[in-house]
C-alpha cells in the first residue's frame, strides 16, 4: 500500500534537508511566486544584508522597498537565522518555517526564541503548485504594502472598526452576489481601450501565462493600445511584442522585424501577437470601417525607394570617349 500524498511530501522536505537542497529549492521558488506578483521587482538570493551572514532572499523594489526572508528548517540554526531576520535593515521580514509534519522542533524552537514572532510562511505553502493561489494571495498581503487586506486589517483594528464592520460585512454581500450571479449591471463599463486591453490579455493568457504577470501589461495596454488602433485604421498591420516583464511595444511588421532582427530581441524569449484582427472586429462592432491592410514590408520598400534621389537613377550615364590607340599616335607621327 503507498504513502498517502502528504506523507510523501514530508519525506521529501526531509530529504532535501538531508541533502542540503532545502534552502536553495525554497528560494527559487519564492524568486518565481515573487516575480508573478511584481515583474518589475528583483528577487536575489543570498545576499549580503547583514554584517557578518547572508540572507536567504531579498526582493528589490524600484522604490527602494526591501522584503527579507529567512529559511527556518533547523532547530539548532533557529538562532542564528533568527539573528539575521532581526538584524536586517529590510522594511519586511517574513520567516519561512519547514512545516511541523518533517520537523516540530524547527516551529517550536522558533517561536520559543521569537514570541512577537514575524510573519511566516510554511515550507509546504511556498514548494507546493497546488496551494499556489493562497501562497500568492498571503505574499502579496505581506509584501505589498498597498494590499487590500492589509488596509482593511488596519481600519478594523481601529477603535471605530467595530462600528464600520457591519458595513464591510454588507459590501461583501452586495459584491459575492453580483460576482456569482450572470448579471453586472452594476458594475462600472469600460471604455473601448480597455476593452482591446482585456481581449488583448485574454489571447495571451490562453498560452498558459499567469494571471499576475500580466496584471502590468494589461496597466501598460490600456492607454497603448490606441496605437494599435491608429495602425490599422490607416492599413497597417499591429504587433504587440513583450517579455512579460520590461519590454513591452506596439509596432507595425517592419518595425518588429527590426526590433527583433536588428536590434537582438531574438536572443530572449519574447510573445509575438498580431493584434489586426481583434482590433478589426471591435472597431466594425463600434460601427468604424476598417481600410483593408494595404501596407506592409513591399509598402517600406517601395517608401525607401522614394528616398533616393530621382536624377541619380533618371539619368543616363554618359559613355567616355575613348582615346587615341597608341598604334593611332605612331601613324600620326609617322604621316
Not at 57 to 64: C, D
Not at 126 to 149: F, H, I, K, Y
Not at 254 to 260: F, I, M, T
Amino acid at each position: 500500500m503507498g504513502l498517502h500524498p502528504d506523507e510523501t511530501f514530508t519525506q521529501e522536505l526531509r530529504t532535501l534537508r538531508r541533502c542540503r537542497d532545502l534552502h536553495a529549492k525554497v528560494t527559487a521558488r519564492l524568486v518565481e511566486l515573487l516575480s508573478k506578483l511584481d515583474p518589475e521587482s528583483v528577487a536575489v538570493p543570498e545576499v549580503t544584508g547583514v554584517l557578518g551572514g547572508r540572507n536567504d532572499l531579498i526582493q528589490f523594489s524600484f522604490s527602494g522597498r526591501r522584503v527579507v526572508f529567512e529559511v527556518f528548517a533547523t532547530p539548532s540554526q533557529v538562532p542564528q537565522d533568527l539573528r539575521l531576520l532581526e538584524q536586517s535593515s529590510a522594511d519586511v521580514k517574513i520567516a519561512v518555517l519547514l512545516d511541523r509534519e518533517a520537523d516540530e522542533k524547527v516551529a517550536r524552537a522558533y517561536f520559543r526564541k521569537k514570541p512577537e514572532a514575524f510573519p511566516f510562511l510554511w515550507v509546504s505553502h511556498v514548494l507546493r503548485g497546488e496551494v499556489e493561489r493562497l501562497t500568492l494571495a498571503r505574499l502579496s498581503e505581506l509584501v505589498d504594502e498597498g494590499s487590500a487586506l492589509r488596509r482593511l486589517r488596519r481600519l478594523l483594528a481601529h477603535p471605530a472598526g467595530r462600528s464600520i464592520e457591519g458595513v464591510f460585512r454588507n459590501q461583501l454581500i452586495k459584491m459575492q452576489a453580483a460576482i456569482g450571479s450572470e448579471r453586472f449591471a452594476t458594475l462600472p463599463k469600460l471604455n473601448g481601450k480597455q476593452v482591446l486591453a482585456l481581449k488583448t490579455v485574454a489571447e495571451i493568457q490562453k498560452l498558459g501565462v499567469a494571471p499576475e504577470r500580466i496584471r502590468s501589461l494589461y496597466q501598460w495596454l490600456e492607454e497603448a493600445v490606441e496605437h494599435a488602433t491608429e495602425l490599422v485604421r490607416v492599413g497597417i498591420p499591429a504587433f504587440l511584442l513583450t517579455d512579460l516583464a520590461v519590454y513591452r511595444a506596439i509596432w507595425s511588421p517592419d518595425d518588429v522585424a527590426d526590433a527583433v532582427l536588428v536590434c537582438g530581441l531574438a536572443k530572449t524569449p519574447h510573445i509575438v501577437l498580431e493584434l489586426t484582427e481583434l482590433v478589426t472586429a471591435t472597431l466594425k462592432d463600434w460601427g468604424i470601417q476598417v481600410p483593408p491592410q494595404r501596407f506592409n514590408f513591399v509598402h517600406g520598400y517601395h517608401e525607401m525607394v522614394k528616398m533616393i534621389p530621382r536624377d541619380a537613377i533618371s539619368t543616363p550615364v554618359k559613355k567616355r570617349r575613348a582615346g587615341p590607340t597608341m598604334g593611332t599616335r605612331a601613324r600620326r607621327r609617322s604621316e
